[in-house]
Protein backbone atom coordinates (compact mmCIF):
# COMPACT_ATOMS: atom_id res chain seq x y z
CA UNK A 1 0.00 0.00 0.00
CA UNK A 2 1.64 3.24 -0.98
CA UNK A 3 2.96 5.26 2.27
CA UNK A 4 1.47 8.52 1.43
CA UNK A 5 -1.52 7.24 1.14
CA UNK A 6 -1.29 4.83 4.73
CA UNK A 7 -0.49 8.43 5.95
CA UNK A 8 -3.47 10.20 4.87
CA UNK A 9 -5.64 7.38 6.28
CA UNK A 10 -4.39 7.68 9.75
CA UNK A 11 -4.33 11.49 9.64
CA UNK A 12 -7.40 11.24 8.51
CA UNK A 13 -8.85 8.67 11.44
CA UNK A 14 -7.19 11.06 14.04
CA UNK A 15 -8.92 13.28 13.02
CA UNK A 16 -12.04 11.51 13.17
CA UNK A 17 -11.23 10.81 16.33
CA UNK A 18 -11.10 13.95 17.63
CA UNK A 19 -14.18 15.20 16.61
CA UNK A 20 -15.81 12.81 17.95
CA UNK A 21 -14.22 13.15 21.50
CA UNK A 22 -15.36 16.78 21.12
CA UNK A 23 -18.81 15.89 20.24
CA UNK A 24 -19.25 13.51 23.15
CA UNK A 25 -17.67 16.37 25.95
CA UNK A 26 -20.07 19.11 24.13
CA UNK A 27 -22.91 16.67 24.02
CA UNK A 28 -22.38 15.34 27.83
CA UNK A 29 -26.01 14.78 29.60
CA UNK A 30 -26.51 17.83 31.89
CA UNK A 31 -29.85 18.24 33.46
CA UNK A 32 -30.50 21.86 33.76
CA UNK A 33 -32.24 23.11 37.15
CA UNK A 34 -33.37 26.34 38.08
CA UNK A 35 -34.38 27.18 42.02
CA UNK A 36 -34.50 30.00 44.20
CA UNK A 37 -32.61 29.53 46.92
CA UNK A 38 -34.76 31.70 49.53
CA UNK A 39 -36.18 29.10 50.97
CA UNK A 40 -34.65 26.74 53.82
CA UNK A 41 -34.69 24.14 54.32
CA UNK A 42 -35.55 23.38 50.96
CA UNK A 43 -32.87 25.46 48.92
CA UNK A 44 -30.80 27.67 50.10
CA UNK A 45 -26.94 29.70 50.59
CA UNK A 46 -24.85 27.92 52.78
CA UNK A 47 -20.89 29.70 52.04
CA UNK A 48 -20.77 29.86 48.46
CA UNK A 49 -23.28 26.49 47.96
CA UNK A 50 -26.64 26.08 47.02
CA UNK A 51 -28.14 23.54 49.65
CA UNK A 52 -31.30 21.93 50.64
CA UNK A 53 -33.54 19.14 50.67
CA UNK A 54 -34.72 20.19 47.05
CA UNK A 55 -31.32 20.36 45.95
CA UNK A 56 -30.31 16.95 47.60
CA UNK A 57 -33.29 15.19 45.80
CA UNK A 58 -32.77 16.95 42.59
CA UNK A 59 -29.27 15.20 42.59
CA UNK A 60 -30.33 12.08 43.60
CA UNK A 61 -32.78 12.71 40.54
CA UNK A 62 -29.97 13.39 37.93
CA UNK A 63 -27.66 10.59 39.59
CA UNK A 64 -30.48 7.63 39.14
CA UNK A 65 -30.82 9.20 35.42
CA UNK A 66 -27.32 9.48 34.47
CA UNK A 67 -26.88 13.13 34.45
CA UNK A 68 -24.95 15.60 35.86
CA UNK A 69 -27.21 18.29 37.95
CA UNK A 70 -26.18 22.20 37.03
CA UNK A 71 -28.40 24.27 39.04
CA UNK A 72 -29.40 28.13 38.34
CA UNK A 73 -30.51 30.45 41.16
CA UNK A 74 -32.55 33.14 40.23
CA UNK A 75 -35.69 34.40 41.73
CA UNK A 76 -39.12 31.87 42.25
CA UNK A 77 -40.96 33.59 39.46
CA UNK A 78 -38.18 33.28 37.14
CA UNK A 79 -37.27 29.79 37.77
CA UNK A 80 -40.98 28.95 36.68
CA UNK A 81 -40.95 30.94 34.01
CA UNK A 82 -37.65 29.14 33.11
CA UNK A 83 -39.19 25.78 33.08
CA UNK A 84 -42.28 26.67 31.61
CA UNK A 85 -40.61 27.84 28.45
CA UNK A 86 -38.18 25.23 28.32
CA UNK A 87 -34.72 27.53 29.23
CA UNK A 88 -34.37 24.95 31.99
CA UNK A 89 -35.14 21.35 32.28
CA UNK A 90 -36.77 21.65 35.52
CA UNK A 91 -37.43 23.78 38.39
CA UNK A 92 -37.00 22.46 41.69
CA UNK A 93 -38.28 25.41 44.74
CA UNK A 94 -40.97 24.33 46.88
CA UNK A 95 -43.29 24.37 44.14
CA UNK A 96 -46.49 23.46 44.32
CA UNK A 97 -48.87 22.11 41.53
CA UNK A 98 -51.73 23.54 41.22
CA UNK A 99 -54.44 23.57 38.78
CA UNK A 100 -53.54 27.03 37.85
CA UNK A 101 -50.09 26.17 37.48
CA UNK A 102 -50.43 22.70 35.36
CA UNK A 103 -52.26 25.05 32.27
CA UNK A 104 -49.06 26.16 31.63
CA UNK A 105 -46.08 23.43 32.90
CA UNK A 106 -45.83 19.60 33.20
CA UNK A 107 -45.40 18.18 36.67
CA UNK A 108 -43.71 15.65 37.82
CA UNK A 109 -45.40 13.15 40.84
CA UNK A 110 -46.12 14.89 44.38
CA UNK A 111 -42.96 14.46 46.59
CA UNK A 112 -43.94 16.63 49.67
CA UNK A 113 -47.15 17.69 51.27
CA UNK A 114 -46.85 21.40 52.43
CA UNK A 115 -49.36 23.51 54.18
CA UNK A 116 -49.35 27.54 54.35
CA UNK A 117 -48.38 28.71 58.11
CA UNK A 118 -48.47 31.80 59.65
CA UNK A 119 -45.98 33.67 61.40
CA UNK A 120 -46.32 36.15 63.88
CA UNK A 121 -44.24 38.38 66.51
CA UNK A 122 -44.20 36.80 70.19
CA UNK A 123 -46.35 39.44 71.59
CA UNK A 124 -48.66 39.60 68.32
CA UNK A 125 -52.77 39.34 69.35
CA UNK A 126 -52.93 37.03 66.61
CA UNK A 127 -53.37 33.85 67.33
CA UNK A 128 -55.73 31.79 64.70
CA UNK A 129 -56.29 32.39 61.01
CA UNK A 130 -59.50 34.46 61.65
CA UNK A 131 -57.40 37.31 63.58
CA UNK A 132 -55.65 38.44 60.43
CA UNK A 133 -58.71 40.65 59.65
CA UNK A 134 -58.10 43.58 59.03
CA UNK A 135 -54.49 42.61 59.32
CA UNK A 136 -51.46 43.53 57.02
CA UNK A 137 -49.63 40.64 55.85
CA UNK A 138 -46.49 39.92 54.38
CA UNK A 139 -45.97 36.88 51.95
CA UNK A 140 -43.37 35.63 49.17
CA UNK A 141 -44.06 37.17 45.53
CA UNK A 142 -45.41 34.81 42.87
CA UNK A 143 -46.23 31.56 45.81
CA UNK A 144 -49.27 30.12 46.72
CA UNK A 145 -49.53 31.73 49.90
CA UNK A 146 -49.43 35.04 48.02
CA UNK A 147 -52.06 33.45 45.76
CA UNK A 148 -54.26 32.29 49.16
CA UNK A 149 -54.01 35.85 50.15
CA UNK A 150 -55.43 37.51 47.32
CA UNK A 151 -58.17 34.95 46.98
CA UNK A 152 -59.21 36.22 50.39
CA UNK A 153 -59.09 39.81 50.20
CA UNK A 154 -56.18 40.65 52.50
CA UNK A 155 -54.15 43.70 52.67
CA UNK A 156 -50.59 42.50 51.83
CA UNK A 157 -46.79 43.40 51.19
CA UNK A 158 -45.35 40.77 48.62
CA UNK A 159 -41.77 40.72 49.07
CA UNK A 160 -38.76 38.99 46.86
CA UNK A 161 -37.76 36.60 49.51
CA UNK A 162 -39.21 35.16 52.53
CA UNK A 163 -36.32 36.79 54.81
CA UNK A 164 -37.39 39.78 53.40
CA UNK A 165 -41.17 39.37 54.75
CA UNK A 166 -40.24 37.90 58.01
CA UNK A 167 -37.82 41.14 58.33
CA UNK A 168 -40.72 43.64 57.30
CA UNK A 169 -42.52 41.81 60.07
CA UNK A 170 -39.71 41.80 63.12
CA UNK A 171 -39.86 45.82 61.82
CA UNK A 172 -43.28 46.11 62.68
CA UNK A 173 -44.42 47.03 58.90
CA UNK A 174 -46.76 44.29 58.53
CA UNK A 175 -49.35 41.97 61.53
CA UNK A 176 -48.34 38.65 60.52
CA UNK A 177 -46.15 36.20 57.23
CA UNK A 178 -47.67 33.87 55.41
CA UNK A 179 -45.19 30.98 53.68
CA UNK A 180 -45.40 27.37 53.32
CA UNK A 181 -45.11 25.77 57.03
CA UNK A 182 -41.46 24.11 57.09
CA UNK A 183 -40.19 27.30 55.59
CA UNK A 184 -41.77 29.28 57.88
CA UNK A 185 -40.56 27.20 61.02
CA UNK A 186 -36.43 27.82 59.68
CA UNK A 187 -36.91 31.80 58.88
CA UNK A 188 -38.97 31.78 62.80
CA UNK A 189 -36.42 29.58 64.41
CA UNK A 190 -33.40 32.61 62.80
CA UNK A 191 -35.51 35.79 64.94
CA UNK A 192 -34.09 34.22 68.51
CA UNK A 193 -37.56 33.89 70.04
CA UNK A 194 -38.68 37.12 68.50
CA UNK A 195 -41.17 35.37 66.37
CA UNK A 196 -43.73 32.17 66.52
CA UNK A 197 -45.38 29.83 63.85
CA UNK A 198 -48.78 29.40 64.59
CA UNK A 199 -50.48 25.61 64.61
CA UNK A 200 -53.13 26.27 62.30
CA UNK A 201 -52.47 25.18 58.96
CA UNK A 202 -54.23 27.42 56.00
CA UNK A 203 -54.11 25.73 53.90
CA UNK A 204 -52.78 22.02 52.09
CA UNK A 205 -50.62 21.73 49.07
CA UNK A 206 -47.96 19.15 47.46
CA UNK A 207 -44.57 20.34 45.92
CA UNK A 208 -43.45 18.73 42.77
CA UNK A 209 -40.90 19.29 40.12
CA UNK A 210 -41.88 21.70 37.58
CA UNK A 211 -41.30 21.04 33.66
CA UNK A 212 -41.65 22.30 29.92
CA UNK A 213 -45.55 21.75 29.01
CA UNK A 214 -45.47 18.76 26.95
CA UNK A 215 -41.66 17.31 27.59
CA UNK A 216 -43.66 14.04 28.81
CA UNK A 217 -40.69 11.83 28.48
CA UNK A 218 -38.67 13.94 31.00
CA UNK A 219 -41.22 14.16 33.11
CA UNK A 220 -41.94 10.42 32.97
CA UNK A 221 -38.37 9.68 33.30
CA UNK A 222 -38.07 11.87 36.83
CA UNK A 223 -41.30 10.12 38.16
CA UNK A 224 -39.06 6.64 37.55
CA UNK A 225 -36.26 8.47 39.12
CA UNK A 226 -38.78 9.57 42.35
CA UNK A 227 -40.19 6.54 42.82
CA UNK A 228 -36.63 4.66 43.25
CA UNK A 229 -35.27 6.92 45.71
CA UNK A 230 -38.80 6.66 47.73
CA UNK A 231 -38.71 2.92 47.63
CA UNK A 232 -34.75 2.95 48.69
CA UNK A 233 -34.65 4.93 51.33
CA UNK A 234 -32.84 7.88 49.73
CA UNK A 235 -35.88 10.25 50.04
CA UNK A 236 -36.29 9.37 53.65
CA UNK A 237 -33.46 10.06 54.28
CA UNK A 238 -33.49 13.63 52.80
CA UNK A 239 -36.13 14.61 54.63
CA UNK A 240 -34.87 13.11 57.99
CA UNK A 241 -31.57 14.96 57.65
CA UNK A 242 -33.55 18.31 57.20
CA UNK A 243 -35.77 17.55 59.71
CA UNK A 244 -38.93 17.22 57.39
CA UNK A 245 -42.00 14.91 57.72
CA UNK A 246 -42.07 11.89 55.44
CA UNK A 247 -45.23 10.49 53.36
CA UNK A 248 -44.42 6.51 53.51
CA UNK A 249 -47.13 6.63 51.17
Do not use: H, W
Amino acid sequence: MNKKFVKLVTLFLAFAMMISLAACGKDKNVLTMATNAEFPPFEYIEGKEIVGADVEIAQAIADYLGYELEITNIDFDAALTGAATGKYDMAVAGITANDERRKSMNFSDDYYTASQAIIVNKDSDIKKAADLTGKKIACQEGTTGEQYLLDNSFSIMSFKTGAEAVSALTTNKVDAVVIDDAVARALSAKQNGATVVLDEALTQEAYAIALKLGNDELTENINKAIKAIKSDGTLKKIFEKYELPFDEE
